[in-house]
């Protein structure tokens, strides 16, 4: 299965979720974003098997509070400033959190902070803590944060070059930056044996089946799939590589 959702196609879905006190935008690119800013009891119901993708803008002086999802995800922070925990959540930063692995809070600085969040299955909302402390699973807590990522414009790059966020790990775990010169032909392969793989535009563009995807574009791949093969624009293109653990 893939699911490639343009920007362009994306920002018809945006609408506003009430959490913590604020009203953040969020924009649905793979599977049904959230209805609420927190778990509320039947949400399963809601579950359409499907993976979950979308992208927050957080509004300025915000707070998401320390909390944990029942699915794997990656969050990629796009636009603004912000803080994951104690540490920046600048453009370019990537996390990684295990199912029921509790991270945050998020914090976004004077200018907002807009991020992708992308995750492995539909997730039924956001389990505070420590409120929620009982329903957390222990014994497979795992989190990767890298900040400070470049992201550079590739007009000027000639071919492909790769740059390692998160090294694979055995169950297969990993991220990586591809930076792609400018109309250039280029596969982007997956694991079999892995649980799925996001690719995120985060400059320039892209042509992938006919169809461009631009800046903040989105294509989830299940690890069925052969590998995709992809056209830079004329600005050539950068993305980052999301793959998720095996099952």
């Known amino acids: 299965m893939i699911i490639a959702t343009p920007t362009s196609e994306a920002q018809n879905s ?4 009430h959490v913590n006190g604020h009203d953040y935008n969020l ?21 359409n098997g499907m993976p979950q993708g979308f992208l927050v803008y957080q509004p300025p002086g915000s707070i998401t509070p320390p909390h944990f999802h029942e699915t794997n995800q990656f969050q990629v ?19 990684y959190a295990n199912g029921h692995t509790p991270y945050g809070p998020i914090e976004a600085g004077n200018n907002g902070v807009r991020y992708f969040t992308l995750r492995q299955y539909w997730d039924p909302g956001a389990k505070y803590m420590p409120k929620s402390r009982k329903q957390l699973r222990k014994g497979n807590q795992r989190t990767r ?15 492909v070059s ?51 995807f631009d800046l903040w574009s989105t294509i ?28």
């Open 14 to 17: 945006e609408r506003q979720v």
């Open 27 to 47: 924009r649905e690119y793979v599977g049904a974003m959230p209805l609420h800013g927190k778990y509320v009891d039947g949400n399963e119901r809601n579950d």
């Open 77 to 95: 922070f796009v636009e603004g400033d912000g803080k994951m925990g104690n540490r920046a959540a600048k453009p370019l930063t990537v996390q």
């Open 145 to 159: 944060l890298k900040a400070g990522i470049p992201v550079l414009g590739a007009a000027e790059q000639t071919g």
């Open 162 to 212: 790769k740059e390692i966020i998160f090294p694979k790990e055995d169950d297969g775990l990993a991220a990586e930056l591809y930076r792609v010169g400018a109309e250039t032909q280029f596969d982007v392969s997956i694991d079999p044996t892995c649980g799925g793989q996001y690719l995120v535009v985060v400059s320039g563009e892209l042509t992938f089946d006919g169809r461009v």
């Open 220 to 247: 989830f791949v299940t690890p069925d799939e052969a590998s995709s093969q992809l056209v830079s624009g004329s600005r050539g293109a950068e993305l980052v590589i999301l793959q998720f653990p095996s099952p």
